[in-house]
């Protein structure tokens, strides 16, 4: 009976686990796919550079040309990592939202993250234009956590339930979106500009600090969402369920919320909308490795790396030299996908 | 046909008038005293007392809307009482922690529904969390406890298949299989039977009726078809606006006035041919008219 699961239970320390046979080789695949994409990536531009010579320079190994080390390294490298890990945390903030409100069409911009840090960021370019757009991020995280309490405060009636939760988070959503499309149009043409390109969901021009000031939120909530993955596992029974298991429902359901805004808060400020990730990798693993979050959750977020990383080379490669945010394509990608699911979700 | 069993022995009242409060005995693990609970500014169950015979299985039966289901929850510490307690082995189940209750008591709410793609075995396994912690997630007890949860329930074959594309039957079969690997003693049900056809009802009364004997369980069940409540209560609670209205045997509880004062149905009853357990059949419009004409 248990032919599917592969257990964890060594014998001289007291831990065990057990997770879905598939989910090893599934993660090794994607993480060599997401590796290969990661090098192409690096290597392609106006600069070509052989993949060969990518992983040389990477390994620190001499190549024919001096060059690259400084074009890989500090021009390319920071750019991809940043796609990875927005990706990744993006997916797992999905994840966990159609986890906790039982809802597979869910994505982390029902919870307001999206329309809190949109709204926060287009404000700031707009009304204090001369604000350095280092500050943007910080705005935009502001701007999440805000609206994300907001939501989760009013959908409050004496318990949180996913159905307020949902219909709550749609209403903030669209009313941060109307006062977000305010600004824009009464907004100075240049700097609305600035604002649009942000919003479309970019990572060019990201830099190394960027990377480092991303990746401590990434590695911090991504361990916290592993932890939780049981949690993830008893909420999705539904509440009744839930309790009935002796889960403290409304304290680990706010527990992981907070991890949701928080992966999802920081990748958004620190690549605008990146669209339809966190909707589609979280199905995408269901299919790979089942519903049970233990191994569905690092898949997801596998997957959601994955997808950025080959969205922005694709945006690179397709109307060369014309460069399209990866938000457009992950967007030109998720979006039928949604159709997709919406109709075999009527069946 | 004798109807000596019309009689209510003394030991139970039938009065709707509130009744002493019940004295803690061994024999009831789970207990409410002067319980009154609700939702909101709505109260449903008012200062109600029922002590849950150990080892037996309990039906409470009532109409619609009558405070069973939420009797029921507040029995399995899903809702916060209003006044009043639930006492399980003689302490305040709102005082103790929700693992070490889910370790004695387990709850089926009523139809409940399990995410897309998850499979029995994923479903049964979530049954051992109250015995998880960060580090022990899958230990050999919850192994064993898990193959044997669904050797019981014959679903060991059907483990990896996914929930939704099972049959109904099936599909309960599951569940109930989730809650016992939760290994506890006492088993609350909220209409395990709905949407099942006969047979199946049956099937799965026949399942649980084999656990109570085997494993000395102790279920608490809300059903609706009284036939098949007298056939397989030990005790029968009739509910009737938030109260008990009457306690005991099939045979002590299921009485024509009992019907007609819980479920405003005019009835007689008779004894089931085959068990002896009593029979309600209904006196509708239709045998009122032949017998006018």
């Known amino acids: 009976m248990t032919k599917q699961w592969l257990i964890i239970r060594p014998k001289v320390l007291p831990i065990s686990f057990h997770l879905d046979r598939r989910v090893p080789l599934v993660l090794l ?102 604000t350095p757009v280092s500050l943007l991020p910080f705005a935009a995280f502001g701007g999440a956590l805000i609206v994300s309490l907001l939501i989760y405060l009013l959908a409050w009636q004496g318990g949180s339930s996913p159905v307020r939760l949902i219909l709550v988070g749609i209403g903030f959503s669209l009313i941060a979106g109307a006062l977000t499309d305010i600004m824009i149009t009464f907004g100075e043409i240049n700097t609305v500009s600035q604002a649009l390109v942000w919003l479309a969901g970019s990572v060019y021009g990201r830099s190394w600090s960027q990377v480092f000031s991303l990746i401590p939120w990434i590695i911090i909530f991504s361990a916290i969402a592993l932890l939780l993955t049981r949690e993830l596992n008893t909420l999705n029974l539904g509440d009744e369920v839930a309790r009935g298991l002796g889960s403290q429902v409304e304290w680990q359901r706010g527990l992981l919320l907070l991890t949701a805004v928080a992966l999802a808060g920081s990748s958004v400020a620190t690549a605008g909308a990146v669209g339809f990730v966190g909707l589609m990798s979280p199905h995408l693993g269901r299919q790979l490795v089942g519903a049970s979050h233990e191994g569905l959750l690092p898949v997801s977020a596998m997957l959601g790396g994955m997808l950025v990383v080959i969205a922005d080379l694709l945006g690179r490669v397709l109307f060369a030299p014309l460069e399209l945010p990866c938000g457009i394509i992950t967007a030109a990608i998720g979006a039928p996908y949604f159709v997709y699911l919406l109709i075999s979700q009527r069946k | 046909m004798n109807r000596s069993k019309n009689n209510i022995s003394s030991s139970f009242s039938v009065s709707s008038s509130p009744r002493p409060p019940v004295s803690p005995s061994p024999s009831h693990r789970l207990e409410a005293k002067q319980l009154t609970l609700g939702y909101d500014s709505t109260t449903i169950v008012r200062n109600l007392n029922l002590g849950i015979p150990t080892g037996k299985t309990t039906v409470l039966v009532g109409a619609n809307g009558c405070g069973k289901s939420t009797l029921l929850r507040g029995l399995a510490k899903l809702l916060k009482p209003k006044s009043g307690n639930v006492y399980l082995d003689g302490k305040d189940i709102s005082k103790l922690k929700a693992k070490t209750v889910a370790r004695k008591l387990g709850m089926l709410p009523q139809s409940p529904t399990a995410p897309e793609g998850l499979t029995v075995k994923d479903l049964v396994a979530m049954g051992r969390y109250p015995y998880q912690s960060w580090i022990q997630q899958w230990s050999k007890e919850d192994e064993l406890k898990v193959a044997e949860a669904l050797e019981i329930t014959t679903m060991t074959e059907l483990a990896d298949r996914a929930l939704d594309s099972l049959s109904g039957g099936q599909r309960q079969r599951a569940w109930i299989a989730m809650v016992l690997a939760q290994d506890t003693d006492i088993l609350l049900l909220d209409e395990p039977t709905t949407f099942l056809d006969l047979s199946h009802q049956v099937e799965l009364l026949d399942l649980l009726d084999e656990l109570q004997e085997t494993k000395q369980k102790t279920i608490v069940m809300i059903l609706h078809d009284l036939n098949l409540s007298c056939r397989y209560a030990d005790y029968l609670v009739a509910v009737q606006q938030g109260k008990v209205y009457a306690t005991g045997t099939p045979e002590q509880v299921m009485t024509e006035e009992t019907v007609r004062d819980v479920f405003n149905l005019e009835c007689r009853i008779v004894s089931d041919p085959l068990a002896n357990t009593p029979m309600c059949i209904p006196i509708g419009r239709k045998v009122t008219k032949r017998q006018e004409d």
């Open chain 1, 29 to 130: 695949i994607l993480t060599l796919v997401t590796l290969l994409a990661m090098i192409i990536s690096v290597g392609y531009g106006e600069y070509p550079i052989s993949p060969l010579d990518v992983v040389k320079t990477l390994l620190g190994l001499p190549t024919a040309n001096g060059d690259y080390a400084f074009i890989i390294n500090t021009l390319r490298l920071p750019r991809t990592i940043t796609a990875f890990l927005v990706g990744v945390g993006l997916a797992i903030a999905g994840t966990i939202t159609q986890g906790i409100t039982r809802n597979p069409l869910a994505a982390p911009s029902i919870i307001g993250v999206n329309a809190g840090a949109t709204l926060a960021a287009v404000t700031l370019l707009i009304l204090l234009p001369n």
